[in-house]
């Protein structure tokens, strides 16, 4: 089953927040989060494997709320190259299933 | 690590005839997956290889539709015959077993298929 990601796009500015929500109907054990830039392969940004943990990448953090299902990948203060489709990767074991993805443009 | 690589980048072919798609995925990583991309469909996996032995193919579309593993350092993706519906970016990932870590992906392969 496919997890759901919302929104589908954002547009911001340079320095603006944003917050890309990823929620399945099926138990979650883990959280993959990847971005892809227009004509380039997705690039791991990180991994949650417990209930409530938060990691961090830079300006990039995401949380896992085991209980409800989902994960949130927050992008704090944007920056113009962190445009471009952000996916997330639930799945048992090593086997993952993308959401949608959600565009993100970030401009000056 | 030169990382996960794949041949060719492009293809073009005709329909009806057949497609092979090859990958190197990342030394030391036990798992290797294959996905589809499409504006439609988003990522869909293919197939699921882990230490050279098919796991998953729930995902391969049709019979049209192989994949194989003969060994560590090696895999193909073969359709046969293709169809213009078979257009798409094919990628090739890699993980280290649990693969929590997560993937790596190689750079693609774009078939478009006329």
């Known amino acids: 089953q496919q997890p759901v990601q919302s929104p589908q796009a954002v547009i911001l500015r340079e320095g603006e927040d944003a917050v890309i929500n990823c929620s399945s109907s099926?138990?979650?054990?883990?959280v993959h989060w990847y971005r892809q830039k227009h004509g380039e392969a997705p690039v791991f940004l990180m991994i949650?494997?417990?209930?409530?943990e938060q990691k961090g990448h830079d300006k990039i953090s995401a949380s896992f709320n085991e209980k409800k299902q989902q994960s949130s990948l927050y992008l704090t203060a944007s920056q113009l190259s962190y445009s471009g489709t952000y996916f997330c990767?639930?799945?048992?074991?090593?086997?993952?299933?993308f959401g949608g993805g959600t565009r993100l443009m970030v401009k000056p | 690590d030169a990382g996960v690589i794949q041949s060719p980048r492009h293809e073009v072919t005709e329909m009806g005839q057949e497609v092979t798609l090859r990958c190197k995925p990342i030394?030391?990583?036990?798992?290797l997956f294959w996905y589809r991309q499409t504006m439609m469909r988003g990522l869909e996996l293919l197939i699921y290889?882990?230490?050279?032995?098919?796991?998953?193919d729930s995902g391969m579309p049709e019979d049209r539709f192989s994949a194989k593993m003969p060994n560590a350092s090696f895999s193909t993706l073969k359709i046969q015959p293709s169809e213009p519906r078979d257009s798409a970016v094919y990628f090739c990932?890699?993980?280290?077993?649990?693969?929590?870590?997560?993937?790596?992906f190689g750079s693609g392969t774009r078939l478009t298929v006329v």
């Open positions: 990932a890699s993980s280290p077993v649990g693969g929590n870590r997560g993937y790596t």
């Open positions: 099926k138990a979650l054990y883990s």
């Open positions: 949650l494997l417990k209930g409530g």
């Open positions: 990767g639930t799945g048992a074991g090593n086997m993952l299933t």
């Open positions: 030394s030391g990583h036990n798992s």
């Open positions: 290889f882990n230490n050279n032995v098919p796991i998953d």
